[in-house]
């Protein structure tokens, strides 16, 4: 499985963006996505997962705002993370996770930034 990340950048308090991430390969093993975000200096902590029954899960600090969606096909799976109502708090490096039978493969992350 391979994973590749797009999106983020730059918005304003209240604003929005999206991140994406597309898994490659072996697709049909992946048992769940996410989306971790790691701020300066600290720790990365999970944010979104969605599994592959399409149950998904947020950190209590994303609820309301975040929403995590997936688009799958043969080949690929597409997870998207739509951002609402950002604060300055979601200042952070953004990585995707494809959790597949017998590895975790992680994206090489995307700067999102909040700022007036």
Not at 53 to 67: H, I, L, P
Not at 81 to 110: F, R
Request: proline share 3%; hydrophobic share 35%.
């Amino acid at each position: 499985v391979q994973v590749v990340e797009s999106g983020g950048g730059l918005a304003q308090p209240g604003g929005s963006l999206n991140l994406s991430c597309t898994a490659s390969g072996t697709v049909f093993s992946i048992r769940a996505m996410g989306w971790y975000r790691q701020p300066p200096g600290k720790q990365r902590w999970l944010d979104a997962v969605i599994h592959s029954d399409g149950y998904t899960d947020y950190v209590y600090a994303v609820k309301g705002r975040f929403t995590i969606s997936k688009d799958s096909s043969q080949n690929t799976m597409t997870v998207l993370l739509q951002m609402n109502n950002q604060k300055p708090e979601d200042t952070a490096n953004y990585y995707c996770i494809a959790d597949s039978l017998h590895t975790k493969v992680w994206g090489q992350g995307a700067q999102v930034t909040v700022t007036s």
